[in-house]
């Protein structure tokens, strides 16, 4: 709304200026004057209805926002019957993966339950809850991280202080550490999933938390599937490898039986001799 208020400010100012300097102008110029003025006025009501949509397009979504939780409850109850769901579901996500080392990883075949919270109005932030299962890493039962925007639209986080075990900080692990792939790799600091719950430098571009509300959470069943999808896609390969070695064998065979088509026709031819 104040930014409405000081575009027709600036606009009335020019308007204005515009008469001052041009007091001799045309019936032409008048016209086009007037019509500046009917199209603030006009797109000032286009910024009212846009701002009047704003506000019910977010009473829709609180709305279903709570319409949703009953299932999100239910789907955890079934998720919690499939071990090592979240983790696999973490390293399936491209994205995510990039952050886990072998460490992390071996953390998170711990973790029992994700769930993510948006706070009741939505857009002053959400909250994500790690539940982990007893384990050798830290004494938290659950991490959480949150994230708000503040009244001036300031956004900002705080988390969960992890209670590590002694000599099992991953945040401070060595420098270098081994890939999925078997190679090594140097990192100028110590590097793990487990930073991003003391990284507040950035609340407003915190890309891991916004990768797992709007993108895993929705629908974590397609990242758990990967593997499955790749092992029917190396069996649809084998097929066809298969196929392709059955068509050589085929070939191969029929060459021969030309072979000895040929050999009977010269011997024939010298029979006859």
């Known amino acids: 709304m104040l930014l409405n208020v000081g575009r027709r400010r600036l606009v009335l100012f020019l308007v204005q200026t515009r008469r001052c300097c041009c007091a001799r102008s045309s019936h032409g110029e008048k016209e086009q004057q007037e019509a500046i003025e009917h199209i603030d006025e006009v797109q000032n009501e286009i910024d009212r209805l846009n701002e009047q949509a704003s506000e019910e397009i977010l009473k829709v979504e609180q709305k279903y926002n709570k319409l949703r939780q009953p299932f999100f409850q239910k789907r955890s109850e ?15 996500h491209p994205q ?4 886990l080392g072998e460490e992390d990883e071996e953390a998170l075949h711990y973790l029992s339950r994700v769930e993510v919270t948006e706070f009741e109005d939505i857009k002053s932030g959400y909250r994500i809850d790690f539940y982990f299962d007893e384990n050798p890493y830290f004494e938290n039962k659950v991490l959480s991280k949150e994230f708000h925007l503040n009244e001036s639209g300031d956004p900002s986080s705080k988390s969960t202080e992890i209670k590590w075990k002694s000599g099992k900080d991953l945040t401070k692990r060595s420098s270098q550490t081994q890939n999925k792939a078997g ?3 140097q990192h100028e600091e110590p590097e793990s999933f487990f930073t991003w719950f003391t990284d507040h430098a950035d609340a407003g571009a915190d890309e891991l938390g916004e990768v797992i509300k709007d993108d895993i959470w ?13 092992e029917e896609e190396g069996e649809g390969e084998e097929d066809e490898e298969d196929e392709e070695g059955l068509e050589d064998i085929d070939e191969e065979g029929d060459e021969d039986g030309e072979d000895d088509e040929e050999d009977d026709g010269e011997d024939g031819e010298v029979s006859q001799f």
Do not use: C, E, G
């Open 78 to 92: 079934l998720i919690a019957k499939i071990p090592n769901f979240w983790v696999t579901t973490f390293v399936n």
């Open 96 to 99: 995510v993966s990039a952050l």
């Open 183 to 185: 190679r090594k790799r």
């Open 218 to 230: 929705p629908n974590p069943l397609q990242y758990y599937l990967v593997p499955d999808m790749d």
